[in-house]
């Protein structure tokens, strides 16, 4: 059988797919990359795989939000609470992920993603007044570093408190960007520290960087053509199907 980076073919080429995939929902509608992957590459291959790919893609696939963001200072500035709390947290979220049972990563996986898409088809009105700003932005920075270093996702988290506090589109695009950029730095050195990470694994995620640029290229160009309304209910619609499958192995299906 052939195999790459110590990776059955089939098993790589399904990867691939994962983050191309994940690539076109992050170039559309400006995060899920990560939610995507773990949605998809558990069907092919182990989860220390695609974690350890996540955390070396996430990094290099948010750089380019950041710029299109604008300076990050003022982001950073209003939001230094949150991104904080967030890199303290991350580190014991990925304590976390070293010491549960596969079985048990995967029901967390799909109970977040499931979580997440029940909660975004809901389409709740969740809007922070500016007084709560702050407090909340220290929660939100609690829970994305908990969930984003035992998951990689951590994305829905920011998300939901950027539409809550209302903000406009490039504060959002620089806030998200400036989360994810920190998380996956801080994922990458802490997905290695506890051995989740390692040279073939490193190898395997500077792979799926190509195609996770080629979807977010193709998602970008598709933004403009698909009615947005259509395409977000197939994406949830996907999602939710693909995390009750996670549930439904973690439980033994």
């Not at 509608?29 to 939610?35: H, S, V």
């Not at 773990?38 to 710029?67: D, H, I, K, R, W």
């Not at 290229?217 to 199907?241: E, K, M, S, T």
Request: hydrophobic share 55%; proline share 6%.
């Amino acid at each position: 059988m052939i195999e790459v980076f110590g990776i059955p073919g089939f098993a790589f080429a399904g990867l691939m797919a994962s983050f191309l995939a994940g690539g076109l929902v992050k170039g559309m509608i400006g995060f899920g990359l990560p939610l995507v992957v773990v949605s998809l590459a558990p069907l092919f291959t182990e989860v220390g795989v695609f974690l350890a790919a996540n955390a070396v893609v996430m990094p290099f696939s948010n750089a380019m939000q950041v710029y299109q963001g604008g300076p990050p200072r003022p982001t950073v500035t209003r939001f230094r609470g949150l991104f904080a709390v967030m890199l303290i947290t991350l580190p014991l979220g990925v304590l976390a992920a070293g010491s549960v049972t596969p079985e048990t990563l995967m029901l967390i996986l799909g109970l977040v993603v499931m979580g997440f898409t029940a909660l975004q088809a809901a389409n709740p009105r969740l809007m922070i007044a500016p007084r709560h700003e702050g407090p909340a932005g220290l929660l939100t920075g609690a829970l994305a570093g908990l969930i984003g270093g035992l998951t990689t996702v951590n994305g829905p988290i920011i998300t939901l408190f950027a539409v809550g506090t209302a903000l406009e589109r490039r504060v959002m695009i620089s806030l998200q960007g400036v989360a994810f950029l920190l998380s996956g730095l801080v994922l990458t050195i802490g997905y290695a520290g506890i051995g989740i990470l390692d040279s073939g694994r490193v190898l395997t995620g500077l792979a799926c960087i190509l195609p996770a640029w080629a979807g977010m290229w193709l998602g970008n160009r598709l933004a403009a053509r698909i009615p947005q309304a259509l395409f977000r209910r197939i994406v949830l619609a996907v999602l939710f199907v693909a995390g009750g499958n996670l549930v439904f192995r973690a439980l033994g299906g």
